[in-house]
């Protein structure tokens, strides 16, 4: 009898240890499950800003053709060229009647522009302008005849309101149709 008692609180004993060994797991488990919710509403956190910064975010994307009546000529003074064709204008920062770009937000800027003309001993040139300062200045000289295509793009910084432009200088011209050789598009790459 006195060793089954024996035995008994040995086994009494065993099950304390295992008891008291897992109530510290147990602890040790709650500590690190509470460490890991924390850890998940700081996460769930910044997934709502996240997308609650990319909703508010300005969208802005436009491209416009230049016109389908054909030959467009700048005559004795440079002219403002109007992409009067909107293809698309997403946030409306692109005039239509006025050919400016203006920036809605503090941010960098995509810009990209293709024109085309046919040329028999003549230059065809294209001015890119920010707010009324000349940024680039292509030209081509062709004499086939045939159709000839100016096409660049620039990576702008713009401060709200800053607008952007293409101008055609004096004695120029260029060619457009409905088949939209000469466009004009920008987006915004990120806001500052």
Known sequence: MKQRLAVSESKVEVLEAEYVAGRKENAAQEAELAVLKT?????????????????????????????????????DNDLNLVFSRVITNVGESYSSTSGFFTAPVRGVYYFRFTVMDKLSSRYMDIRMHKNGQQLMWLYEYDTDGHETYLSSGLTLQLEEGDVVNMVLPAGRRLYDSINNHSIFSGFLLFPL
């Open 39 to 75: 850890r998940l509403a700081a996460t769930e956190t910044q997934v709502e800003h996240l997308e609650k910064e990319i909703k508010e975010a300005p969208k802005v994307a436009f491209s416009a053709a230049l016109t389908n009546s054909w030959f467009i000529e700048s005559g």
